[in-house]
């Protein structure tokens, strides 16, 4: 079995077990999680990643939106500002 073949497989049950594993409980989804992360890290190839990463837009949008959560977070960390209901 080649080494691309042995991380495809832990690439595909790891997503399958993360997809059923989040209805359980937390721990159910994290070590999945956990798996897939250190499965991309041992996979190497981090240049052909990152150029496939740069023409995703998918990925900026959700990096944009994640900046903006942690901008408001930060800029109004008075939670009697943040979450207030009236």
Do not use: C
């Not at 079995?1 to 989804?29: C, D, E, N, Q, W």
């Not at 990152?50 to 008075?78: N, P």
């Amino acid at each position: 079995m080649s080494r691309l073949h042995v991380h495809k497989s832990i690439y595909t049950y790891g997503t399958a077990a993360f997809a059923f594993g989040i209805f359980f409980g937390p721990v159910t989804g994290s070590i999945p999680q956990l798996v897939l992360g250190l499965n991309w890290i041992l996979e190497g190839q981090f240049s052909a990643k990152w150029q496939r990463i740069k023409t995703q837009t998918w990925f900026w949008a959700a990096l944009a939106y994640w900046g903006l959560v942690m901008l408001w977070y930060f800029v109004f960390q008075s939670d009697e500002f943040s979450f207030r209901t009236s």
